[in-house]
Nanobody, 124 residues
Framework: QVQVAESGGGSVQAGGSLRLSCKAS????????MAWFREAPGKEREGVAS????????TYADFVKGRFTISQDTVSNTIYLQIDRLQPEDTGMYYC?????????????????WGQGTQVTVSS
Protein backbone atom coordinates (compact mmCIF):
# COMPACT_ATOMS: atom_id res chain seq x y z
CA GLN A 1 0.00 0.00 0.00
CA VAL A 2 1.51 3.28 -1.11
CA GLN A 3 1.53 6.01 1.50
CA VAL A 4 2.42 9.67 1.34
CA ALA A 5 2.66 11.94 4.37
CA GLU A 6 2.88 15.72 4.43
CA SER A 7 4.59 17.93 6.99
CA GLY A 8 5.95 21.43 7.32
CA GLY A 9 2.79 23.51 7.52
CA GLY A 10 2.33 26.22 10.11
CA SER A 11 1.21 29.75 10.88
CA VAL A 12 3.23 32.53 9.32
CA GLN A 13 2.88 36.22 8.59
CA ALA A 14 2.36 37.52 5.10
CA GLY A 15 5.63 37.78 3.21
CA GLY A 16 7.15 34.79 4.96
CA SER A 17 8.14 31.42 3.55
CA LEU A 18 7.42 27.77 4.22
CA ARG A 19 8.77 24.51 2.85
CA LEU A 20 6.29 21.66 2.83
CA SER A 21 7.50 18.07 2.68
CA CYS A 22 5.83 14.94 1.37
CA LYS A 23 7.50 11.66 2.20
CA ALA A 24 6.50 8.65 0.13
CA SER A 25 6.67 5.00 1.18
CA UNK A 26 8.65 4.18 -1.95
CA UNK A 27 10.97 5.80 -4.49
CA UNK A 28 9.28 8.91 -5.85
CA UNK A 29 10.70 8.10 -9.29
CA UNK A 30 8.35 5.10 -9.40
CA UNK A 31 5.36 7.39 -9.75
CA UNK A 32 4.37 8.63 -13.17
CA UNK A 33 3.45 11.95 -11.56
CA MET A 34 3.29 13.54 -8.11
CA ALA A 35 1.70 16.82 -7.17
CA TRP A 36 0.71 19.31 -4.51
CA PHE A 37 -2.85 20.51 -4.12
CA ARG A 38 -4.47 22.94 -1.74
CA GLU A 39 -7.94 23.47 -0.36
CA ALA A 40 -8.96 26.81 1.06
CA PRO A 41 -11.93 27.09 3.43
CA GLY A 42 -15.15 26.94 1.44
CA LYS A 43 -13.37 26.31 -1.85
CA GLU A 44 -12.67 23.28 -3.99
CA ARG A 45 -9.33 21.55 -3.93
CA GLU A 46 -7.02 22.94 -6.62
CA GLY A 47 -3.75 21.84 -8.12
CA VAL A 48 -0.65 23.84 -7.28
CA ALA A 49 2.34 22.07 -8.84
CA SER A 50 3.35 18.72 -10.28
CA UNK A 51 6.66 16.94 -10.75
CA UNK A 52 7.16 14.10 -13.22
CA UNK A 53 9.55 12.54 -15.72
CA UNK A 54 11.59 11.16 -12.80
CA UNK A 55 11.82 14.66 -11.39
CA UNK A 56 13.11 16.37 -14.50
CA UNK A 57 9.89 18.16 -15.38
CA UNK A 58 7.41 20.33 -13.49
CA THR A 59 4.12 22.09 -14.07
CA TYR A 60 2.56 24.92 -12.09
CA ALA A 61 -0.87 26.43 -11.76
CA ASP A 62 -1.22 29.89 -13.28
CA PHE A 63 -1.78 31.54 -9.90
CA VAL A 64 1.63 30.39 -8.61
CA LYS A 65 3.33 33.35 -10.29
CA GLY A 66 6.84 32.25 -9.42
CA ARG A 67 6.26 31.99 -5.66
CA PHE A 68 6.03 28.19 -5.48
CA THR A 69 8.77 25.69 -6.30
CA ILE A 70 8.30 21.92 -6.39
CA SER A 71 11.31 19.65 -6.08
CA GLN A 72 12.25 16.14 -5.05
CA ASP A 73 14.94 14.32 -3.13
CA THR A 74 15.22 10.75 -4.37
CA VAL A 75 17.47 9.72 -1.48
CA SER A 76 14.75 10.39 1.09
CA ASN A 77 11.76 9.62 -1.20
CA THR A 78 10.47 13.12 -0.54
CA ILE A 79 9.02 15.89 -2.63
CA TYR A 80 8.94 19.48 -1.45
CA LEU A 81 6.91 22.61 -2.04
CA GLN A 82 8.75 25.82 -1.30
CA ILE A 83 6.34 28.74 -0.91
CA ASP A 84 7.77 32.26 -0.81
CA ARG A 85 6.14 35.64 -0.26
CA LEU A 86 3.16 33.97 1.39
CA GLN A 87 -0.15 35.79 1.15
CA PRO A 88 -3.31 35.40 3.27
CA GLU A 89 -5.06 33.85 0.26
CA ASP A 90 -2.53 30.99 0.43
CA THR A 91 -4.20 29.83 3.64
CA GLY A 92 -5.55 26.30 3.43
CA MET A 93 -4.83 22.62 3.74
CA TYR A 94 -2.06 21.46 1.44
CA TYR A 95 -2.13 17.90 0.15
CA CYS A 96 0.40 15.68 -1.55
CA UNK A 97 -0.78 13.24 -4.21
CA UNK A 98 0.92 10.47 -6.14
CA UNK A 99 0.32 8.42 -9.25
CA UNK A 100 -1.75 9.75 -12.10
CA UNK A 101 -2.09 8.39 -15.66
CA UNK A 102 -1.21 11.76 -17.13
CA UNK A 103 2.25 13.16 -16.41
CA UNK A 104 2.21 16.62 -14.91
CA UNK A 105 -1.53 16.80 -14.47
CA UNK A 106 -3.12 19.02 -11.83
CA UNK A 107 -6.51 17.35 -12.09
CA UNK A 108 -7.56 16.18 -8.64
CA UNK A 109 -9.54 13.14 -9.72
CA UNK A 110 -6.64 11.63 -11.65
CA UNK A 111 -4.46 11.04 -8.58
CA UNK A 112 -4.66 7.70 -6.80
CA UNK A 113 -2.83 8.20 -3.50
CA TRP A 114 -3.32 11.12 -1.08
CA GLY A 115 -1.87 12.25 2.20
CA GLN A 116 -3.79 13.66 5.16
CA GLY A 117 -2.68 17.21 4.46
CA THR A 118 -0.74 19.89 6.31
CA GLN A 119 -2.31 23.20 7.33
CA VAL A 120 -0.89 26.53 6.19
CA THR A 121 -2.23 29.70 7.80
CA VAL A 122 -1.04 33.11 6.67
CA SER A 123 -1.91 36.21 8.67
CA SER A 124 -1.81 39.75 7.34
Amino acid sequence: QVQVAESGGGSVQAGGSLRLSCKASEDTRNFYSMAWFREAPGKEREGVASIFDRGDSTTYADFVKGRFTISQDTVSNTIYLQIDRLQPEDTGMYYCAAEAPVAGTLVTDLYKYWGQGTQVTVSS
